[in-house]
């Protein structure tokens, strides 16, 4: 079933038949994308959802004739599009380089999903965004001027005429994706790529970026394929959905009947596995649970599945308000393992030569909190809340500038030299993006070997690597991944070789910060579940900071929301989900894409009521 008209079936503008696009790699030739076929009505939103591999941005890279021939390359389909500018249907995938020049940016613009490598850091937004109305459109510099500053206007940036003199390194995250937006939107284009434009962003500069999107949508009739591996954000924005896996298409419906009745068990699968806000879940159901691939790569329902349904999966995993209160009260009955009292860390600002010292930053400012033994603390707040600094000043790899911190009952402010290595084995910290945390020239089993040969833990290599591949398999990674670099894992693997390494000291408190933050529905769920089976198994104490409230409310006992360096709420969970007390808390809370029917039947309401008082104020 389809949610379009058949007035709007008729006015397809993309229609893309029976596609490939393969890769010649040292392993032979990869199949990126397999054989789909799919259309777009005008003025309507396709959602394009699925992991990492599974082959949305090639398709979205095709589409553009943006694959890098000879390694890439369409090998077989069609691509027809009904292009204004060259006023005829043409075939994309045989268009020539002028033809493709002509259209893109025109015709078809892209917004990708980091803005930052994606601007030209040498000049100013605003002249970036000129030059793409110069190159297309015939108007004179002082109405491109004109039209730029009427953009920024148009997706809400802030002193429009400021910003087109920044640079991009000057502006915020989602002020730069505003900027590729004006710049995608600068020509009137008839279909926009967003190609994960959300994914790094905090819930409410998403939820300013979708509600944008969706505006200029019904503005400008433009047809949008959105792209992203989270269900909840199509959710939001989709007239249709498809599903991708491995480069073949799993399924395709409307969104209403993909949330409410999906019939392949991987759609299913990635529905259940993302955290939910109205009930407490025990395990997060994963992909795994709901199908299995075949030897000849078919991909069919689990014939002893797990679950049947992705309601009998958040049944079987639901947590009693009665079990979470006992949790709660054996838990304020012991002594805390960590306090933070009155923290501050101020970062000097730098003056000019004749100027006052301006005021210092004060990213942590006056914070105090407990953490006891067994518990996870969830720390949440936008960007620039000072939640990671907090947490940095925590493991003192950033001095503080006064407070105290107390671990085990022991003032660690003060810790020089060998006391800082040994609380190194008792506190530990997982970073943000394990590649970047690993070294690309170490094997992953001596980098996990590594700090117990530094610590002294057992009596030598021998037994340090049989310990080695002990952690690997609790991480359930393999023993022959032990030679392995990192560049060989995915980014799921990655973290569970950082987990296994920060496991490697035995430590009694981790802070994680923005750990599955990069990473796909799915593999988040099954980092999730491990940093939990990890939690009961060594007895461990977490602080996990993220700026996705969900992951934290699945993960946390207890919550603290920063803003601006102070703790502005801090309750159980539950309580500050149920009944938030500070405005700020209730912003971040109302951000979050649900994903729920509900909000889908209101977010379909709110796109036709859109499109029919356009068509009512074009007609008077």
């Known amino acids: 079933m389809s949610s379009f008209s058949n007035e709007e079936e008729n006015e397809v503008i993309l229609d893309v038949r029976n596609l490939e696009v393969s890769f010649s790699t040292d392993n032979g030739i990869i199949k990126a994308v397999d054989n789909i076929s799919f259309q777009i009505p005008r003025g309507k939103t396709l959602g394009i959802v699925g992991e990492s591999g599974s082959g949305k941005s090639v398709t979205s890279l095709a589409i553009m004739r943006l694959i890098q021939e000879p390694v890439g390359k369409i090998t077989s389909g069609e691509i027809w599009f009904d292009s204004p500018t060259l006023k005829r249907k043409i075939n994309l995938a045989k268009a020539t380089p002028q033809e493709m020049r002509e259209i893109r940016g025109k015709d078809i613009a892209m917004v990708f999903q980091e803005p930052m490598s994606s601007l030209n850091p040498v000049y100013t937004c605003g002249n970036q965004v000129m030059e793409a109305i110069l190159l297309h459109e015939n108007v004179t510099k002082k109405e491109a001027y004109d039209k730029t500053i009427e953009l920024f206007k148009k997706v809400r940036l802030p002193r429009p005429k400021k910003m087109f003199n920044s640079y991009p390194h000057e502006i915020s995250g989602g002020q730069k994706q505003r900027v590729m937006i004006s710049m995608a939107l600068s020509c009137n284009p008839r279909l926009l790529i967003a190609d994960e434009p959300t994914t790094a962003l905090d819930v409410t500069v998403q939820a300013a970026i979708l509600d944008l999107l969706q505006i200029l949508h019904e503005d400008k009739d433009v047809s949008i394929i959105f792209i992203t591996h989270d269900l909840g954000v199509i959710a939001e924005i989709a007239d249709d ?9 799993m399924e395709k419906d409307d969104v209403w009947n993909i949330f409410d009745n999906p019939q392949h068990p991987y759609t299913k699968g990635l529905l259940a596995c993302r955290p939910r806000l109205d009930v407490q879940m025990r395990v997060l159901p994963v992909i795994d649970d709901f199908m299995e691939v075949t030897e000849d790569d078919s991909i069919i329902e689990k014939a002893n599945h797990k679950y049947a349904s992705v309601g009998e999966a958040l049944l079987l995993n639901f947590v009693t308000e009665d079990e979470v209160e006992e949790r709660n009260r054996e838990l304020a009955q012991k002594p805390p393992i960590l306090e933070v009292k009155k923290l501050k860390k101020y970062f000097p600002v730098r003056k000019g030569l004749f100027q006052k010292r301006p005021a210092p930053i004060k990213a942590v400012d006056d914070v105090s909190f407990q953490v006891y033994p067994g518990e996870t603390i969830g720390l949440v707040g936008e960007s620039g809340s000072g939640k990671t600094t907090l947490g ?7 001095e503080p500038t006064g407070g105290s911190i107390i671990f085990e009952n022991e003032r660690i402010n003060d810790f020089k030299g060998k006391s800082i290595r040994k609380l190194r084995r008792d506190m530990q910290i997982i970073f943000q993006d394990p590649y970047s945390s690993l070294n690309p020239r170490i094997p992953i089993g001596d980098a996990i070997l590594e700090p117990m040969r530094l610590h002294g833990i057992l009596a030598n290599n021998r037994q340090r690597k049989d310990r080695v591949i002990e952690l690997l398999e609790t991480v359930s990674l393999k023993p022959e991944h032990y030679n392995r670099y990192p560049h060989e894992f995915s980014g799921g693997q990655r973290q569970r070789v950082v987990i296994a390494r920060t496991l490697s000291l035995n430590p009694k408190f981790i802070i994680c910060d923005e750990s599955v933050s990069a990473l796909d529905v799915s593999v988040q769920a099954q980092v999730l579940n491990l940093l939990n089976e990890l939690k009961d198994k060594f007895n461990l104490t977490y602080v996990f ?3 996705d409230l969900s992951v934290v409310k699945f993960m946390s006992d207890r919550l603290i929301v920063m803003n601006q360096g102070k703790i502005v709420e801090s309750d159980y969970a539950d309580n500050i989900y149920d009944n938030p007390k500070e405005e700020y808390t209730k912003k971040l809370i109302e951000a979050i894409p649900k994903g729920t029917l509900e909000d889908i039947r209101k977010a379909q309401l ?13 007609a008077t």
């Not at 959905?241 to 298409?249: A, C, K, L």
């Open 241 to 249: 959905v498809m599903v991708m896996y491995h480069g073949r298409m």
């Open 392 to 398: 940095r000043t925590i493991m003192r790899l950033i």
């Open 545 to 547: 900071i993220s700026h």
């Open 606 to 618: 709110r796109r036709r009521l859109g499109k029919e008082k356009k068509n009512n104020n074009s």
